[in-house]
């Protein structure tokens, strides 16, 4: 198994990658009951975004009265494999977007629309929505060399001590993934479910959300939502994550 | 807010025996809980579910605030006749929410 290495105070900590077989998803963690609540979409609780994603989807927005279907069609088609290969580079802003940002684009670019803020109910459905024809489908890894200097950016901020409590988070889930925490099993915190139905949030959040909750139990700063820090976090850690399978969306405790 | 998600198989055997699987989004708020300023949420959940096959009720539950968000409701019923099931959710501040399915019993 893995050694507990006693990381020394100075310099940065540098643990070493999880070994690609040894990955393992969120799921393989989960009790019985949450297993059987993620596996059937009647039961799993996100299915109530879903359905209202699917809603918004075809829905005419605002000033240009054009729909998502109006330029994608079928969802089950047209985006089947988006979510797995998000965060992608965006031109326009010159730096990597979520599927969040990307859905805002297209509202303020193509219909005119208002922004939907992050984790409002709306745009949590839309990228539930989204990421859902993703399932089964493993994630793609980046060959866009656009990527490469954010994809790094995030492995720093993956690998730095945080916070009032000072540890990065690869100390916790590169090095001691399987031990406890405060009583919790560590995960290790791959992002493949996202957004997920937590049972602790009784609702659907994002990954940012869940990122944001990390920093608040180092007692560190949070970003803040669609910051570049958490884009670049995110676009590292689905990439730590390639070949894994998208499971969107997925219960989590 | 979605419609409440209804699982029911769509033909049963005359005298089997089968599940029916219900979720509705709701928040249910306990009313113990509080904001970050010291003000307490109200209560506010679901009181009791019911559900009637064709006409007769068959099941009913009185749901308390102990009950997790978005209650995922599910009980067993024997097939008799083909017809619809019949579903009701009402709690406070006036919520109420219905949904049906049919079911064919050969």
């Known amino acids: 198994m893995m050694a507990l290495e006693l990381l020394a105070a100075a310099g940065p900590a540098r643990s070493a ?25 009647t039961v799993n609780p996100a299915t109530l975004w879903v359905l209202d994603g699917e809603a918004l989807w075809n829905q005419k927005a605002s000033a240009a009265d054009r729909s998502c279907a109006d330029c994608h069609g079928d969802a089950t088609v047209s985006m089947k494999g988006v979510a797995a290969r998000y965060p992608a580079f965006s031109p326009a802003h010159n730096s990597p977007i979520d599927l969040e940002q990307r859905i805002n684009l297209c509202r303020t670019e193509h219909q005119q629309a208002a922004p939907l803020p992050f984790e409002s109910h709306d745009l949590l459905a839309l990228t539930a929505y989204v990421g859902r024809q993703s399932r089964g489908i493993a ?14 950016r995030g492995r ?20 001691n993934w399987g031990r406890r925490i405060a009583g919790a099993l560590l995960p290790q915190g791959h992002p493949n ?10 609702g659907l959040g994002s990954l940012q959300r869940r990122l944001r909750n990390c920093l608040f139990g ?20 689905i990439q730590r994550a390639r070949g894994m399978t998208i499971e969107t969306p997925a219960v989590r405790p | 807010m979605a419609r409440p998600l209804i699982n029911v198989p769509v033909k049963v ?39 009637s096959y064709n006409g007769v009720e068959i099941f009913r ?10 209650p995922f409701i599910t009980f067993f019923t024997v097939a008799t006749e083909s017809g619809t099931l019949e ?20």
């Open chain 1, 218 to 237: 180092l007692r560190a700063e949070l970003y803040a939502l669609g910051s570049n820090e958490l884009v670049s976090l995110e676009l590292f850690l």
């Open chain 1, 156 to 175: 720093e901020l993956f690998s730095r001590r945080q916070g009032q409590i000072n540890l990065s988070c690869a100390q916790c889930h590169d090095d």
């Open chain 2, 13 to 51: 055997k005359r005298g089997e025996t089968f599940e029916i699987k219900t979720l509705i989004s709701h928040v249910m708020e306990p009313g113990y809980r509080f904001t970050t300023t010291g003000a307490r949420l109200p209560r506010d959940i679901v009181t009791s579910f019911c559900c």
């Open chain 2, 61 to 70: 539950a009185d749901l308390s605030p102990a009950i997790a968000a978005n």
């Open chain 1, 193 to 202: 479910g996202y957004p997920i139905y937590r049972l602790e949030w009784q």
């Open chain 1, 17 to 41: 990658d999880i070994p690609l077989d040894q990955r393992r998803s969120g799921y393989a963690d989960l009790a019985r009951d949450s297993k059987a609540m993620q596996d059937d979409d």
């Open chain 1, 139 to 152: 994630i793609a890894e980046s060959k866009d060399e656009r990527l490469k200097p954010f994809i790094e």
């Open chain 2, 87 to 106: 579903f009701k959710w009402t709690g406070d501040n006036g919520f109420s929410e219905t949904a049906a399915a049919t079911i064919t019993v050969e």
